[in-house]
């Protein structure tokens, strides 16, 4: 069993059991006292794995622990939580905090972009659904949106801002032209709403 000693802080090497009726604090805390040390950890939940690694951190806040694998010049980071553990080895202690491993930077600003692209588009869908028609209607107007290009004033719908299809009817009469250009679209547009 490792053992935490009182007055340096040091773990010993060996096996940790975790039982599911001990209290999680005296494992949080064999954990944190083993930050740096390579360990062998074997998890349950929801399957079983067996990873081996240096113990990067073990946070009590959201219950979750890192282990660096790999090489230390390009370690993979393996997020487990404290609760899927079922035990763990303490393969090596390490000789002090120099031998722990930095993660490599994180670029927050391709995060930010990613998100709001996604954020974009999910405006732009959400600016195509019209939720005051019916679900007939909605599909007339993706059909006529990925065809060509809509948008809706109210209940009509716009398409490319040369025709105009005017609720309630929706039907081939109802398509009118709004700019002189849209005498060949009308045709087109036609055929989509038949």
């Known amino acids: 069993m490792a053992e935490m000693s009182k007055r340096s802080g040091e773990v010993a090497l060996g096996k940790v059991t975790v039982n599911a009726t001990a209290g999680s604090q005296s494992l ?5 006292a083993s930050i740096g040390a ?3 950890v074997h998890t349950t939940n929801p399957h079983s794995s067996v990873l081996e ?3 990067y951190t073990a946070c009590p806040q959201t219950s979750l622990l890192a282990v660096a694998t790999g090489p230390a010049s390009s370690p993979a980071y393996h997020i487990v939580p404290i609760s899927s553990v079922n035990s763990f080895i303490i393969v090596a202690v390490s000789a002090g905090s120099q031998h722990l491993l930095s993660p490599g930077s994180v670029n927050t600003a391709a ?21 005051s028609v ?6 007339l ?14 209940k009509d ?3 490319m801002e040369r025709v105009v299809v005017k609720a309630p009817g929706y039907k081939s009469e109802d398509c009118k032209v709004i700019t002189k250009d849209g005498e060949g679209l009308l045709d087109r547009v036609r055929k989509v709403v038949g």
């Open 53 to 55: 690694g240096i113990l």
């Open 111 to 131: 995060f930010t972009n990613r998100a709001n692209v996604a954020l974009g588009r999910a405006k732009e869908r959400a600016a195509k659904i019209n939720k």
């Open 141 to 154: 107007f993706d059909a006529l949106d990925k065809q060509f290009s809509a948008r809706w004033r109210g």
């Open 134 to 139: 019916e679900k007939v209607v909605q599909d």
């Open 28 to 32: 949080e805390q064999t954990l944190r």
């Open 38 to 40: 390579r360990v062998q």
């Open 157 to 159: 719908i716009i398409v």
